[in-house]
């Protein structure tokens, strides 16, 4: 009775070798899929949103260039409305030195002969 069993070993008295089986009706399915809740926009939609805000991005500096460069225009508009001013006052200044320079050389050079005021010694 104690025999080897046809798998090996001894068969054990009191124990019937019958399979167990399913229950009828069988088991329940396994949830196998991954329920995870959603996790964020997709990747397309990252391109597009990041493709959007990059094109924003650069028509406001184009739209700040062209202000800043209007800007500048008129600056140098004024500046070169400007220019005639300064050049005459500059002209009267450089007048008004150069007569100090004639006074100051004619009073240096009031003792010489053939000494003329004003003329280059070139």
């Known amino acids: 009775m104690g025999g080897p069993s046809k798998f090996g070993g001894a068969k ?3 124990f019937s ?6 229950p009828p009706g069988g088991y329940p399915a396994i949830k196998s899929a ?3 809740p959603n996790r964020g926009p997709s ?3 990252l391109w597009f949103g990041s493709a959007f805000i990059i094109g924003c991005g650069f028509y406001l500096t184009g739209q700040e260039n ?3 460069n209007a800007d500048k225009l008129e ?3 004024a500046r070169l409305s400007l220019y005639p001013f300064l050049q005459s006052e500059e002209d009267l200044r450089y007048l008004k030195k150069e007569r100090e320079m004639l006074k100051e050389e004619a009073e240096l050079m009031k003792g010489r002969k053939g000494w003329v005021v004003g003329e280059s010694i070139w």
Do not use: H
């Not at 070798?17 to 399913?22: K, V």
């Open 12 to 14: 054990v008295i009191g």
């Open 43 to 45: 990747g397309a939609m």
């Open 75 to 77: 600056k140098r508009a």
């Open 17 to 22: 070798s019958t399979q167990e089986m399913p």
């Open 34 to 36: 991954r329920f995870l």
């Open 66 to 68: 062209l202000r800043r």
